[in-house]
């Protein structure tokens, strides 16, 4: 079995740069740099036969590349905290295609609304007093827009000390 997402990496310079935003939180489990990515759709746990048809579908995916910019921190329930992504209609495109291309593969169709973030921290616990500050102090983070020029299908292996993310499959968007 295979547990995988669909998701756009993000460049080593935005991942330093999003580095920078740890610390200050004692409840927070902050996610390690090198698994900085935007997920466009979860998929979770699947044979490798349903892995393979993923990929062929994944692979029909036709999208033209696009810049994208992170901005603003926030929290979804005082659970995670996250890098925010601006408004982009070419991403909304590129997780509609994905979507489908999973869905023709026979993963039943994803309920939630697409909320595009950076997962920077998982917090346990009661809400930390500082979460209020933190996000406040971080309100204006805004980096330089990256280009994206491909997506990824993605393993999670999970471990106590976190993730471990491994590359299964790379597309490439048009010009």
Same mark, same amino acid.
């Given at each position: 079995?295979? /547990?995988?997402?669909?998701?756009?990496?993000?460049?080593?310079?935005?991942? $330093?740069?999003?580095?920078?935003?740890?610390?200050?939180?004692?409840?927070?489990?902050?996610?390690?740099?090198?698994?900085?990515? @935007?997920?466009?759709? #979860?998929?979770?746990?699947?044979?490798?036969?349903?892995?393979?048809? @993923?990929?062929?579908?994944?692979?029909?995916? /036709?999208?033209? /590349?696009?810049? $994208?910019?992170?901005?603003?921190?926030?929290?979804?329930?005082? /659970?995670?905290? #996250?890098?925010?992504?601006?408004?982009?209609?070419? $991403?909304?495109?590129?997780?509609? &295609? @994905?979507?489908?291309? @999973?869905?023709?593969?026979?993963?039943?169709?994803?309920?939630?609304?697409?909320?595009?973030?950076?997962?920077?921290?998982?917090?346990?616990?009661?809400?930390?007093?500082?979460?209020?500050?933190? $996000?406040?102090?971080?309100?204006? #983070?805004?980096?330089?827009?990256?280009?994206?020029?491909?997506?990824?299908?993605?393993?999670?292996?999970?471990? &106590?000390?976190?993730?471990?993310?491994?590359?299964?499959?790379?597309?490439?968007?048009?010009?």
């Amino acid at each position: 079995m295979l /547990r995988l997402f669909v998701g756009i990496a993000l460049p080593p310079a935005l991942k $330093l740069e999003l580095s920078r935003l740890v610390g200050g939180l004692s409840n927070a489990r902050w996610v390690d740099p090198g698994n900085y990515h @935007v997920t466009l759709r #979860f998929i979770g746990e699947v044979d490798e036969g349903v892995a393979s048809d @993923v990929d062929a579908a994944l692979s029909g995916v /036709r999208a033209k /590349r696009f810049a $994208l910019t992170l901005a603003g921190v926030g929290s979804f329930n005082a /659970r995670n905290l #996250f890098a925010g992504v601006e408004r982009n209609p070419d $991403l909304v495109h590129l997780q509609e &295609k @994905v979507e489908s291309a @999973v869905a023709r593969s026979g993963i039943e169709p994803e309920s939630r609304r697409f909320a595009p973030h950076v997962t920077l921290a998982r917090l346990k616990g009661k809400p930390d007093a500082r979460l209020g500050h933190y $996000l406040a102090e971080h309100a204006l #983070f805004r980096a330089a827009p990256f280009d994206v020029a491909q997506f990824q299908l993605v393993a999670s292996y999970l471990t &106590k000390s976190g993730s471990i993310y491994e590359d299964q499959a790379e597309y490439a968007l048009g010009g």
